[in-house]
């Protein structure tokens, strides 16, 4: 009975283990640990587990294949939880050698960050001109546009990344709209830094009456075309007679480019995170404290900061508040 609970409790333990991770992070990690097993193929005498010279070696190869030293540093981490899960010595990998590699790395291969840029209120509402409203599947783009705009929502909150794999403990919901007139309350359950059930957060959203921006209107256009259809999921698009397929991240960034390029502007240079950088930028313009910013977008971290397009005007206003700070200075004296 004794080694009947054990065993028991082992397969149990064993499926549990599978939630440690997001699916999006072990879908890297097994991408990481594939390009390593393509190193031990090409470069003789290298195998796992590691020791720090094929360490050192490894980095170097990856230094050699990739653009971004973040991207190296995230290869090699993929290496070291490896090593961590089958319980084997990891301590090369905080080694000198093995920092100064990485800082060397990094020196060497000097990299810029390229990010989507800001879709501002301006340029939203000049693709609101070049929406077809009379087109159902266009409405509900253009909602979830708005959503995702004004919640400062990240794409994996409204919509899955194919029509098979939407998650109702993930994505939008109908449940998820509290409505009102003139105000609704968007409930978040889920999100990047909350994939543990930890806490839920809620956004009101205001009505804009008479405007194509108007995210409720948007809402409940949305959720009337949708009174037929059987999921629950917030946005769904008709296809055919009575038939419902659910709005898909690629089928919503491809037609977000599309109306960014009808209005005369390049495409390539815009995603769907050009929505939330957008939306932090107008809400900071608009002199809105940052904690509520950070919490408007969920961040865990000041790393709403570098979402920000900061004007050269706004830039100014730091040289004007020193230059009269030090007039005041100097008239005191």
Same mark, same amino acid.
């Given at each position: 009975?004794?080694?009947?609970?054990?065993?028991?409790?082992?397969?149990?333990?064993?499926?549990?283990?599978?939630?440690?991770?997001?699916?999006?992070?072990?879908?890297?990690?097994?991408?990481?640990?594939?390009?390593?097993?393509?190193?031990?193929?090409?470069?003789?005498?290298?195998?796992?587990?590691?020791?720090?010279?094929?360490?050192?070696?490894?980095?170097?190869?990856?230094?050699?294949?990739?653009?971004?030293?973040?991207?190296?540093?995230?290869?090699?981490?993929?290496?070291?939880?490896?090593?961590?899960?089958?319980?084997?010595?990891?301590?090369?990998?905080? &080694?000198?050698?093995?920092?100064?590699?990485?800082?060397?790395?990094?020196?060497?291969?000097?990299?810029?960050?390229?990010?989507?840029?800001?879709?501002?209120?301006?340029?939203?509402?000049?693709?609101?001109?070049?929406?077809?409203?009379?087109?159902?599947?266009?409405?509900?783009?253009?909602?979830?546009?708005?959503?995702?705009?004004?919640?400062?929502?990240?794409?994996?909150?409204?919509?899955?990344?194919?029509?098979?794999?939407?998650?109702?403990?993930?994505?939008?919901?109908?449940?998820?709209?509290?409505?009102?007139?003139?105000?609704?309350?968007?409930?978040?359950?889920?999100?990047?830094?909350?994939?543990?059930?930890?806490?839920?957060?809620?956004?009101?959203?205001? &009505?804009?009456?008479?405007?194509?921006?108007?995210?409720?209107?948007?809402?409940?256009?949305?959720?009337?075309?949708?009174?037929?259809?059987?999921?629950?999921?917030?946005?769904?698009?008709?296809?055919?007679?009575?038939?419902?397929?659910?709005?898909?991240?690629?089928?919503?960034?491809?037609?977000?480019?599309?109306?960014?390029?009808?209005?005369?502007?390049?495409?390539?240079?815009?995603?769907?995170?050009?929505?939330?950088?957008?939306?932090?930028?107008?809400?900071?313009?608009?002199?809105?404290?940052?904690?509520?910013?950070?919490?408007?977008?969920?961040?865990?971290?000041?790393?709403?900061?570098?979402?920000?397009?900061?004007?050269?005007?706004?830039?100014?206003?730091?040289?004007?508040?020193?230059?009269? &700070?030090?007039?005041?200075?100097?008239?005191?004296?």
């Amino acid at each position: 009975m004794f080694w009947y609970i054990v065993a028991t409790l082992w397969k149990q333990k064993e499926a549990t283990m599978k939630f440690a991770f997001a699916h999006g992070t072990f879908k890297n990690l097994k991408v990481q640990w594939k390009t390593f097993q393509q190193f031990c193929e090409e470069v003789d005498g290298i195998s796992f587990p590691v020791d720090i010279v094929s360490l050192l070696l490894y980095m170097q190869y990856l230094s050699n294949k990739m653009k971004s030293p973040q991207t190296v540093t995230n290869y090699v981490n993929g290496l070291r939880v490896l090593h961590a899960l089958y319980n084997l010595d990891t301590s090369m990998f905080y &080694s000198l050698e093995a920092k100064l590699l990485s800082r060397a790395i990094k020196r060497s291969k000097l990299h810029r960050v390229k990010q989507a840029e800001p879709i501002s209120i301006g340029i939203l509402d000049r693709m609101s001109r070049v929406v077809d409203v009379t087109d159902p599947k266009e409405r509900v783009m253009w909602c979830a546009i708005l959503v995702m705009f004004f919640c400062m929502l990240r794409s994996s909150n409204l919509v899955p990344k194919s029509k098979t794999s939407f998650d109702p403990d993930k994505q939008l919901c109908k449940s998820d709209i509290i409505k009102g007139q003139d105000v609704m309350v968007v409930s978040i359950r889920w999100s990047k830094v909350i994939q543990f059930a930890q806490r839920h957060y809620h956004i009101p959203l205001l &009505s804009i009456p008479g405007s194509l921006l108007c995210p409720i209107q948007a809402i409940y256009d949305v959720l009337e075309l949708s009174k037929a259809s059987k999921s629950t999921a917030l946005f769904v698009i008709p296809s055919g007679k009575s038939k419902f397929v659910h709005l898909t991240y690629p089928k919503l960034s491809g037609q977000l480019k599309k109306w960014v390029k009808l209005i005369g502007l390049n495409s390539k240079k815009f995603s769907l995170h050009s929505l939330r950088r957008g939306s932090a930028t107008l809400a900071f313009a608009s002199q809105v404290p940052g904690e509520l910013i950070k919490a408007q977008g969920d961040w865990s971290s000041d790393a709403y900061i570098r979402y920000l397009d900061i004007s050269v005007q706004q830039r100014c206003q730091v040289a004007e508040k020193i230059k009269a &700070s030090v007039l005041n200075a100097i008239n005191l004296n």
